[in-house]
């Protein structure tokens, strides 16, 4: 994830952290169930009906940073990438500038029909397989926790290091976000709940290369309303593939998915982006998933993301938790994410995560 350009400028350069200050409320105010007023509630009609969930917040008393949170080993015969080797050998749990760790230069594209290609197409595979891995572990009761070390391992079995895991001190080898949380989730001790929607955001590094992938799953019997933003997230993202190709504009992707999203009750997350992906974790082309002039067409070996994060109501704004990570819808409205892994070919786009 990487915010869009117009906010860059506002802090430290960083490509999987919101650029955002902490913003906290007194939380003993805030339900932790959501629920619309009643018909008889004369404030009735300020409160739009996003359904029935129940609202993750960061536990009391606030702890800031991740150093707290226990990393999972991963063995060191299995290549990490760069910004994890030292953290590894020094166990430094730091907040280290992404893009100064995880570096990257020229235009990022993939030699195709070439070995690089290969291994590009052999990442996003194993992180396909890890989400369809992931689908069979969330269940009601299960923990996100369990989950992280479930794909962990599974991860770790196929030779290949999860890269989320010490990625600017990120503690843990997925993200898991859970109905009002937007992106970066970190995985813990909470059991899943009959009604909840989690995106699990997948990336595995193999052979020199990363794959990326994420998707909001439903936990036991969700509502209508939940059921229609994860719908219409997948088909946002559906929209943004259909508009890549050698040529075209990157801003067609962002235009597709507003042209679906501004007709209904849902609004675009603006503080996250997709990105290019490859040696590198996160580069550029970002991938913009709103209405854009950003210049710049497709070219045959691009490589990016494409990753919607679609909130309901009107308000996409997201504030970060004292972890400096898990970032929560502004109002507690609820969010799911998408994401494939895309590559511009001589003809068109493949999917590489499908």
Same mark, same amino acid.
Request: net charge negative.
């Given at each position: 994830?990487?915010?869009?350009?117009?906010?860059?400028?506002?802090?430290?350069?960083?490509?999987?952290?919101?650029?955002?200050?902490?913003?906290?409320?007194?939380?003993?105010?805030l339900p932790h169930i959501y629920s619309p007023a009643s018909s008889s509630d004369t404030r009735s009609?300020?409160?739009?009906?996003?359904?029935?969930?129940?609202?993750?917040?960061?536990?009391?008393?606030?702890?800031?940073?991740?150093?707290?949170?226990?990393?999972?080993?991963?063995?060191?015969?299995?290549?990490?990438?760069?910004?994890?080797?030292?953290?590894?050998?020094?166990?430094?749990?730091?907040?280290?500038?992404?893009?100064?760790?995880?570096?990257?230069?020229?235009?990022?594209?993939?030699?195709?029909?070439?070995?690089?290609?290969?291994?590009?197409?052999?990442?996003?595979?194993?992180?396909?397989?890890?989400?369809?891995?992931?689908?069979?572990?969330?269940?009601?009761?299960?923990?996100?926790?369990?989950?992280?070390?479930?794909?962990?391992?599974?991860?770790?079995?196929?030779?290949?290091?999860?890269?989320?895991?010490?990625?600017?001190?990120?503690?843990?080898?997925?993200?898991?976000?859970?109905?009002?949380?937007?992106?970066?989730?970190?995985?813990?001790?909470?059991?899943?709940?009959?009604?909840?929607?989690?995106?699990?955001?997948?990336?595995?590094?193999?052979?020199?290369?990363?794959?990326?992938?994420?998707?909001?799953?439903?936990?036991?019997?969700?509502?209508?309303?939940?059921? !229609? +933003? $994860?719908?219409?997230?997948?088909?946002?993202?559906? /929209?943004?593939?259909?508009?890549? @190709?050698? =040529?075209?504009? &990157?801003?067609?992707?962002?235009?597709?998915?507003? !042209? +679906? $999203?501004?007709?209904?009750?849902?609004?675009?997350? /603006?503080?996250?982006?997709?990105? @290019?992906? =490859?040696?590198? &974790?996160?580069?550029?082309?970002?991938?913009?998933?709103?209405?854009?002039?950003?210049?710049?067409?497709?070219?045959?070996?691009?490589?990016?993301?494409?990753?919607?994060?679609?909130?309901?109501?009107?308000?996409?704004?997201?504030?970060?938790?004292?972890?400096?990570?898990?970032?929560?819808?502004?109002?507690?409205?609820?969010?799911?994410?998408?994401?494939?892994?895309?590559?511009?070919?001589?003809?068109?786009?493949?999917?590489?995560?499908?």
């Open positions: 994830m990487r915010l869009p350009g117009f906010t860059r400028f506002l802090s430290r350069s960083s490509c999987t952290r919101p650029l955002h200050s902490y913003h906290f409320r007194p939380l003993s105010s009609e300020s409160y739009p009906d996003f359904g029935t969930y129940s609202i993750i917040l960061p536990p009391e008393p606030f702890q800031f940073g991740t150093s707290h949170i226990p990393i999972l080993p991963v063995p060191p015969s299995i290549p990490h990438p760069p910004y994890a080797i030292e953290k590894d050998l020094g166990n430094d749990q730091g907040q280290i500038d992404a893009e100064a760790e995880d570096p990257w230069e020229g235009d990022g594209r993939i030699e195709l029909n070439t070995d690089e290609e290969r291994k590009v197409r052999k990442a996003a595979r194993l992180a396909r397989n890890v989400r369809e891995f992931a689908c069979g572990l969330v269940k009601v009761g299960v923990t996100t926790n369990s989950i992280d070390s479930a794909i962990h391992e599974f991860i770790t079995a196929h030779n290949a290091y999860p890269s989320p895991r010490l990625y600017s001190g990120f503690p843990r080898s997925c993200c898991t976000s859970v109905n009002n949380i937007i992106v970066h989730g970190i995985p813990d001790d909470r059991p899943l709940e009959n009604g909840d929607i989690v995106n699990i955001d997948i990336t595995v590094f193999l052979d020199g290369y990363h794959g990326d992938t994420s998707r909001t799953f439903l936990v036991g019997d969700v509502d209508n309303q939940g059921r !229609d +933003l $994860v719908k219409t997230t997948v088909e946002a993202l559906e /929209l943004g593939i259909r508009a890549c @190709g050698p =040529g075209r504009p &990157f801003k067609g992707i962002g235009r597709a998915i507003h !042209d +679906l $999203v501004h007709r209904s009750e849902y609004s675009i997350s /603006l503080q996250f982006s997709g990105h @290019g992906i =490859g040696k590198v &974790f996160h580069r550029p082309p970002w991938i913009l998933h709103h209405a854009n002039d950003e210049p710049g067409v497709m070219l045959p070996g691009h490589c990016f993301t494409i990753e919607p994060c679609l909130v309901q109501g009107s308000n996409p704004r997201g504030w970060i938790f004292p972890d400096g990570w898990t970032t929560s819808t502004e109002n507690c409205a609820r969010s799911s994410q998408e994401e494939h892994m895309v590559l511009i070919t001589e003809t068109g786009a493949d999917v590489l995560t499908r």
